[in-house]
């Protein structure tokens, strides 16, 4: 698996990284819980017909500037601003997780700015009669298994790299959770039902058979409230972070909708 290129765009006066690999139509991928502190199957698979761009989300590894975003609408903004310099306006995006939530608001924001979407088990919504599980109150050694059908998945997306510096390699990590929580406190819930009414663009919807972060009963309250309504493939044998788990069958399904 060879590496991407990597550029710098700056974001409110931050540095955020940008991966990009392949070649074709462009697709936008933006990450999970945790952030990508390297290169993943599941984008390889995309990159094999698509010229796949992976921004860092301020905060996330590969970026900084999380600190300075108070409101959710100050990461919107930000996240517009990381998508328009990445070069990824008008292009097909996707996203997991966290960077799923990211797709959804985009697309109901900024209509203009996205062609298709996919967005495999987004953050955003809250139902208190079956709530998402809080994974920021998780202890450390449990959370792999929380977030993946196979944790070594992400305990390898998250192993110190030969030659990282250990403490500085955890601080990563520990930014870009506390990240996400800025983001998303409390319990990950941003009232994104509110804006799904806006999305007009081809609307994929990935689930993780064993998800066990946020429910599959959520897949159809996003679906139901988008006026064209979504596609949901459930992915077997995969967890919250299904691109980790099953990188082939996501891929697959990702480019299935975008073709």
Not at 77 to 106: C, P, W, Y
Not at 243 to 259: N, R, T
Request: include cysteine; glycine fraction near 10%; charged fraction near 20%.
């Amino acid at each position: 698996m060879s590496e991407p290129t990597t550029t710098t765009v700056d974001v409110n006066g931050h540095p955020c990284r940008v991966w990009t690999k392949g070649s074709g139509p462009k697709i936008g991928f933006l990450t999970g819980f945790g952030g990508l502190p390297r290169w993943i199957p599941s984008l390889d698979r995309l990159a094999e017909s698509r010229t796949v761009i992976v921004p860092a989300l301020p905060g996330f590894p590969g970026a900084t500037g999380h600190n300075i975003l108070d409101t959710h609408l100050d990461w919107l903004v930000a996240v517009r601003t990381l998508l328009t310099k990445a070069g990824l306006d008008g292009a097909d995006l996707a996203g997991s997780s966290v960077g799923g939530s990211f797709v959804a608001e985009i697309a109901a924001l900024w209509p203009q700015s996205v062609r298709r979407i996919a967005m495999i088990a987004p953050f955003g919504l809250f139902d208190e009669n079956n709530p998402a599980t809080d994974v920021w109150a998780q202890r450390a050694d449990d959370v792999p298994a929380l977030l993946c059908a196979k944790p070594e998945a992400y305990k390898e997306l998250k192993a110190i790299p030969a030659g990282a510096h250990a403490v500085g390699w955890a601080l990563e990590q520990a930014r870009a959770a506390g990240a996400a929580a800025r983001i998303f406190w409390p319990l990950g819930n941003s009232k994104l039902e509110r804006r799904l009414p806006l999305i007009t663009a081809p609307t994929l919807l990935i689930w993780g058979e064993a998800d066990r972060v946020m429910p599959r009963s959520y897949a159809d309250q996003i679906a139901k409230a988008i006026p064209g309504g979504a596609k949901i493939t459930t992915i077997a044998d995969a967890g919250h972070l299904a691109e980790l788990d099953q990188p082939d069958a996501v891929a697959k399904a990702v480019l299935a909708h975008v073709s």
